[in-house]
């Protein structure tokens, strides 16, 4: 597990949260719900992140991969 979401090496969400390129990443429908504007829309996704997993929900992700 990394600290920051977009530290993790295959992660999509410094093309999500920052607008980054990266040809192997395609935006997801729900994306454009987040807000009218690109800028509004990496502001919404990156508040999404903001908080921290209680260790019991890290535990269940980490049995499930």
């Known amino acids: 597990m990394v600290e920051r979401a977009e530290d993790h090496r295959w992660s999509s969400h410094s093309v ?7 040809v192997l990443v395609s ?3 729900c994306h454009g ?9 990496r502001a919404a996704y990156r508040a999404m992140f903001q908080g921290h997993l209680a260790g019991e929900t890290i535990d269940i992700l980490r049995e499930a991969t």
């Open 16 to 22: 999500n949260a920052f607008g980054q390129s990266d």
């Open 33 to 41: 719900a987040l807000g009218r504007t690109q800028a509004l829309r």
């Open 27 to 29: 935006r997801h429908g």
